[in-house]
């Protein structure tokens, strides 16, 4: 079984400051880890991957995740934000392992609003 | 580019119509998932399948049911609409292994059901 929360359902930031959104997962198995971004009326778009080889991992426009196993967290960062950040994020868990079928189970996404 | 197409981007139908939702794929991936997206709740697994013919439930499967008859194609079929069917529906497709797996999306179809 597997289950992702992300604990902020909105983030509110300036232009030019850091961003955080938080992620903890449950996995029955070692877990692959994504972060998707979602713009307005646009389809999802992958923003980075952990799938077991460096712990940090670096993204697109910026935007890096942490691996910690012994927190079950894959947090994503962005040192400095800017206005085309404004989307909605989402973390994702599947099983890193051979098999048929591994499932992507999605958090319940978080919302972010970029002020100029 | 992998590419993955639904068939419509916006569709109304009437309460008890039957509904198809059609997604294809061009990069021979094994699986194929449908989602629906609601506010404040992400992204619900409705079904997926690891192979032609073969499907399972995922997390939300009722009033739905799904048909992979080729590879490339996975529809998502609402046997009679209802209100509470109205949602963004996502297909996505992913290879098989697990080492590395990526899922790539459609752009969504927004049904709404009247």
């Known amino acids: 079984a597997q289950s992702v929360t992300q604990l902020d359902s909105h983030v509110s930031v300036s232009e030019g400051t850091p961003v955080l959104l938080r992620c903890n997962y449950s996995s029955s198995y070692s877990p692959s880890l994504f972060w998707y971004v979602q713009h307005p009326n646009k389809g999802l778009q992958l923003l980075l991957k952990?799938?077991?080889?460096?712990?940090l991992v670096k993204g697109i426009n910026g935007f890096e995740a942490e691996f910690k196993k012994s927190e079950t967290s894959f947090h994503l960062t962005k040192p400095s934000a800017h206005m085309s950040d404004a989307a909605e994020y989402f973390c994702v868990v599947t099983q890193r392992k051979k098999a048929a079928g591994n499932k992507l189970t999605f958090g319940g996404g978080t919302r972010v609003l970029v002020k100029p | 580019d992998v590419k993955v197409t639904q068939s419509s981007r916006y569709l109304v139908k009437r309460t008890g119509e039957k509904v198809f939702l059609e997604c294809v794929q061009d990069?021979?991936?094994?699986?194929m998932f449908w989602y629906r997206q609601d506010p404040g709740l992400g992204l619900r697994l409705i079904y997926f399948?690891?192979?032609?013919?073969?499907?399972e439930k995922g997390d939300i499967p009722e009033g739905y049911s799904v048909s992979r008859e080729k590879k490339e194609r996975f529809s998502l079929i609402l046997e009679s609409a209802s209100t509470n069917q109205t949602s963004m529906y996502l297909c996505a497709s992913s290879p098989n292994f697990g080492l590395n797996v990526v899922a790539f999306f459609g752009q969504g179809t927004r049904l709404t059901v009247v």
């Open positions: 399948s690891y192979d032609v013919k073969m499907k």
């Open positions: 990069m021979d991936h094994e699986n």
């Open positions: 952990y799938t077991s080889a460096a712990t």
